[in-house]
């Protein structure tokens, strides 16, 4: 009853004799709704890809010819709902004087582990295609100027090694990106909190941008002063020139970014940081946020970054135990908020 795996027992006719909470639970039943039922038509009797399961040679039925343990990884089980649970188990048979007279089917949830196995590929994927773009580029710039071809057109050679400069520049910035989100996910990067004006940060982070707004003729207005949060100011500054900077790309010639701070009902701390850009499409509102996800996948090409910046966003507001996220009409530009505590809270990492 305490164990907090899967585990049922079963007769030689199939039936389930026993099954414990934890078990019940994963398929979506109670323990009492299981006993007397045929396991195989209840829980097995359909692969992942739709096709029956037969129940003459099953995994289960095996280890009653086998008189021995048979493990099975990645198969699923079904729940009471229809739906299916992806499970490892161990049928071990239940032997009474060298004969076996039923099985013990051992399994565990495995929709976590295949959850997190699905991102890491996922992860490694789309790394490796984001480091693979700018090192083949680099490698063609540098390997034009090593063999000599350009000699006698300097301008040439000088364009090649600006395109191998710009291509180091953005794996360093993908690779500090990497190191950054990987030291904020294990809890490295502490926060050193303190009393900190929201307008102060604000003014600092836009100051920080000057020159790029400059160059794209972009202006500044604020309406955040008196509103205090408990917070890093190190972490909210990078915070905000992230969210500054962004702005910055996506706005048009003689625009206006927008910052302002209130307070919320619950006493938290709400910033806003408004742009007057070409808007998010609604089914990309909320993607934005996870690791590589931009609104065009020529966005990295044409204007830089690497589609990093907002999950660092997430990660630090989260950090700090506050949420983020962004209201955009096409065409009319984007609102990004993000939250944080106005006072010291002990649920805080």
Known sequence: ASVGDGILGIDLAGTITVVNPAGA?????????????????????????????????????????????VRVNDEIFWRKDGTHVPVDYVATPLLDDGEAVGVVVAFTDTTARRELDQMKDE???????????????????????????????????Q????????????????????????????????????????????????????????????????????????????????????????????????????????YEADGEACIAVHDQGRGIPADKLDLIFERFQQVDASDSRAKGGTGLGLAICKSIVQQHGGEIWVESELGRGSTFYFTLPSRPSSNLR
């Open 123 to 157: 992860f490694v994927s789309t790394v490796s295609h984001e480091l693979r773009t700018p090192l083949t580029s680099l490698r063609a710039a540098l390997g034009m100027v090593a063999s000599g071809v350009l000699q006698s057109r300097p301008e040439k050679a």
């Open 25 to 69: 639970q994963i398929l979506g039943y109670k323990p009492h709704d299981l006993l007397g039922r045929n396991l195989h038509e209840t829980i097995h009797h359909t692969r992942a890809d739709g096709s029956p399961e037969p129940a003459e040679g099953s995994k289960i039925q095996e280890a009653v010819h086998l008189s021995e343990p």
């Open 159 to 262: 364009q090649m090694l600006d395109i191998a400069v710009g291509n180091t520049d953005r794996l360093i910035n993908l690779v500090n990106d990497i190191l950054e989100l990987e030291r904020i996910g294990s809890g490295k990067a502490e926060l050193h909190q303190s009393n900190v004006s929201v307008g102060d940060l604000c003014h600092r982070a836009a100051d920080l941008q000057q020159t790029s707004a400059a160059k794209a003729g972009i202006g500044f207005r604020f309406q955040a002063e008196n509103v205090f949060a408990w917070a890093d100011p190190d972490r909210i500054l990078q915070l905000l020139t992230n969210l500054i900077s962004n702005a910055i790309k996506f706005s048009p010639a003689e625009s206006e970014i927008f910052l302002a701070a209130t």
